[in-house]
């Protein structure tokens, strides 16, 4: 089955920790996302990449950052810079032809809560 | 900065009542126009997407679109309790491969 899967499910994080938030897609999609929901919010854009080795700062990357090495392969790092982290994490991914770009499939999620 | 404005919710319908949706936007030059359901703690699925100006149907789901107003809509005919969600309305924009999402509407139809 093609699809976005996200691990983990739940994290949870200490002040002053780092973390790291799984995004992997079968879809062979070229463009990936990171939003962060918080409650009775929309999504609001954190990072974007359109191709592999490349990627775009969204709205609010403050104390985030990420990496595209591979076309599967989308992690984001919530660093101890982010001051309140505590949100859901949604990665998604879309298929682009010709400069077109779709619509985005999401994944699962991850609730991160700060302890 | 885009904007995309979503009637505020929460909205209650009674089963079997149409729901009405409805969502602007504030850049002209969007072409792609998209709506989204979320159930409470899970991620947005689509449902429908809507390129040109008139109506799309898919089953109980129709799609408004009129770009000189800058306005999009959903209509959900017959609703039934599993309808109940937070409806998400998202736009493209000027810059490649964004969507921008609104903030969404709760919708409730009970029995």
């Known amino acids: 089955d093609g699809g976005i899967t996200q691990s983990p499910k739940y994290l949870f994080r200490k002040e002053g920790q780092n973390v790291t938030l799984s995004c992997e897609q079968n879809?062979?999609?070229?463009?990936m996302y990171w939003y962060r929901q918080d409650p009775g919010q929309g999504l609001r854009l954190i990072y974007y990449?359109?191709?592999?080795?490349?990627?775009q700062k969204g709205d609010i990357a403050e104390g985030y950052s990420v990496s595209r090495e591979k076309k599967e392969s989308f992690p984001l790092t919530v660093t101890s810079a982010q001051k309140n982290p505590t949100a859901f994490y949604l990665c998604?991914?879309?298929?682009?032809?010709?400069?077109?770009?779709?619509?985005?499939?999401f994944g699962p999620g991850t609730r991160l809560t700060v302890l | 900065q885009k904007e995309v404005e979503q009637n505020s919710g929460p909205l209650s319908v009674p089963e079997g009542a149409i729901a009405s949706l409805n969502c602007t936007y504030s850049?002209?030059?969007?072409?792609?126009f998209f709506w989204y359901r979320q159930y409470s703690g899970k991620s947005p699925e689509l449902i429908m997407f809507?390129?040109?100006?008139g109506d799309k149907e898919d089953g109980r789901f129709t799609a408004q679109l009129n770009k000189a107003s800058q306005y999009v809509s959903l209509l959900i005919r017959d609703s039934q309790p599993s309808d109940s969600a937070t409806y998400l309305c998202?736009?493209?924009?000027?810059?490649?491969?964004?969507?921008?999402f609104g903030r969404g509407t709760q919708l409730t139809v009970w029995p």
């Open positions: 850049d002209r030059g969007s072409q792609s």
């Open positions: 879809l062979n999609h070229d463009a």
């Open positions: 998604a991914s879309t298929e682009t032809s010709g400069g077109t770009y779709n619509e985005q499939f």
């Open positions: 809507i390129y040109s100006n």
């Open positions: 990449s359109q191709i592999v080795n490349d990627f």
């Open positions: 998202a736009v493209d924009g000027s810059t490649l491969g964004r969507l921008y």
